[in-house]
């Protein structure tokens, strides 16, 4: 057996032959073990490994310019080819159904209460609730012949700016109201906001910023769902008392259906149940 060993600087040495007797043993016993005798001269010094740093760059390196390479390969290659036609925007055979129905066959066109498009583009003042029994229609500056301006509106929020601009963004269109008293001091106002169809949901986000501020009220004292509405409410609120004034009462209710958020405020110096704001925001919902 031959051993070697490689010293970078140092002179090789002669290599030592190591005889080893095999000898015949019996069975049981076992064989001697095989020493390598020690080689004479200088012990090389450990040699340190090299740092994956350098290498790992240069690779990276390639990798990117590898694919830089290849995009500018691939654009070259795609403006060299010819631009493909594009198909005709009119192509026959795309009418649905292909051929026209007989006269006799074709359906009526939906009636105006089922057609909602028909339904809200009318008159809005014809979706108001109809004033209930026992109440009178009250005169109000503010109205004009059923209609509210959008300015108007605005007038009624803390930020009356700061709601016309919203309101504005939003795509609103306009506004019909109505306003009824019942005995002395009970009122009823109101309002059907109407905003134009489009990308814009402007009725769901104007009823739903208005439910939002009414859960975090802390005057109101009741609230519950309207009935056959995914997101209407009708709220009451505490009793407004002011030394030298009569006691304010109001209940409020808001929903929206469409592209129309409908609001119902309520107010009196005698306390209102919920089941007054409720019967009427029910019925007003009836109507769109």
């Given amino acids: 057996m031959e051993l070697k060993d490689t010293i970078p600087d140092g ?3 002669r290599p030592v032959q190591i005889e080893v007797a095999v000898q015949a043993i019996e ?3 076992a064989p001697p073990a095989v020493v390598p005798a020690p080689v ?13 740093g350098r290498t790992a760059l240069l690779i990276a ?3 990117v310019l590898g694919i830089a390479g290849g995009t500018a390969v691939g654009y070259g290659v795609q403006a060299d080819r010819a631009p493909t036609p594009l198909p005709a925007l009119s192509q026959p055979n795309l009418a649905y159904p292909a051929k026209a129905l007989p006269s006799d066959q074709v359906p009526d066109p939906l009636p ?4 909602r498009q028909m339904k809200t583009d009318g008159d809005l003042r014809e979706l108001l609730i109809d004033r209930p029994s ?3 229609d009250q005169k109000q500056p503010r109205l004009d012949d059923g209609w509210m301006s959008v300015d108007t509106y605005a007038r009624d929020f803390e930020r ?4 016309f601009e919203y309101l504005v963004e939003s795509d609103i269109r306009r506004v019909a109201a109505a306003s009824w008293t019942k005995g002395r001091y009970r009122t009823v106002n109101v309002w059907l906001v109407q905003f134009r169809s489009g990308a814009r949901t402007g009725a769901a986000d104007h009823a739903e910023d208005q439910l939002y501020y009414l859960t975090g009220d802390d005057d109101v004292v009741e609230s519950e769902p309207l009935k056959g509405s995914g997101n209407g409410r009708c709220y009451v609120y505490k009793a407004d008392l002011k030394p030298g004034y009569l006691p304010l009462y109001r209940a409020r209710a808001v929903v ?3 592209d129309i958020m409908a609001e119902i405020n309520m107010f009196d110096t005698r306390t209102i149940s919920k089941k007054d704001i409720r019967m009427l925001a029910e019925r007003q919902l009836e109507r769109l």
Avoid: F, L
């Fill in 27 to 29: 069975p049981t016993a």
């Fill in 112 to 115: 105006v209460s089922q057609d």
């Fill in 40 to 52: 004479a001269g200088p012990v090389s010094a450990p040699v340190k490994p090299r740092s994956r």
């Fill in 256 to 258: 929206q259906r469409g």
């Fill in 11 to 13: 002179p090789a040495e």
């Fill in 61 to 63: 390196a390639a990798a």
């Fill in 160 to 163: 009356a700016d700061r709601a």
């Fill in 134 to 136: 026992g109440w009178t």
